[in-house]
């Protein structure tokens, strides 16, 4: 079925990222909006609470420094924050990472600067919240492309500890 939204509404875009906070709600951040340009830095927020003939899209304020337009990036929620990782910046792939309380009034973006080790910079790389095992509730990265248009094959888990800190781990692999 299509969906007419009203509010304002996300530009055409492509190579952008999206997540479901639940399945009434669905944030997009960034991409691509052709000719070379990329998207507005704004969030967008599609609300299906009411019902799918009552959808309403809508700009989720933000304030202070953002991650910027970027494309190829990913966008997962790990409660209660939005986690944006890596992507094209216009002229280079990135491997920053920056969360968003969604549950704060006054949400604002946070870079998040890590002591451990990180994975190298990457565009169109995969990321899901893990739900299971040792590793629920941590953001796992896998592939895309590197500075030099090579694909990875690399698996990166995010997570942040009770005291706060995050960090990032490399997946343990087994030989062959």
Known sequence: KKLDPSGPQPS??????SASVDPNMIYVYGGAAGGGGLASDDIFLLD?????????????NTSGSSPG??????????KPFLLV??????NEPVNDIWSLNIEKTNSKWTKIV????????????SASMCSAGSAT????????????????????????????RWDWVKA????N
């Open 114 to 125: 890590t002591k451990s080790e990180s994975p190298p910079p990457r565009v169109y790389h």
């Open 172 to 175: 343990p692999y087994k030989n």
């Open 137 to 164: 509730g941590m953001m796992v990265i896998f592939g895309g492309r590197a500075s030099d248009q090579s694909p990875l094959t690399d698996t990166w888990g995010f997570r942040r500890h009770r005291d706060g």
């Open 12 to 17: 055409p875009r492509a190579a952008h990222a």
């Open 85 to 90: 990782f890596g992507g094209h910046i216009g």
């Open 69 to 78: 337009s970027r494309y190829g990036h990913t966008l997962v929620f790990s």
């Open 48 to 60: 299906l609470r009411s019902g799918e003939e009552s959808a309403k899209w809508s700009i989720f």
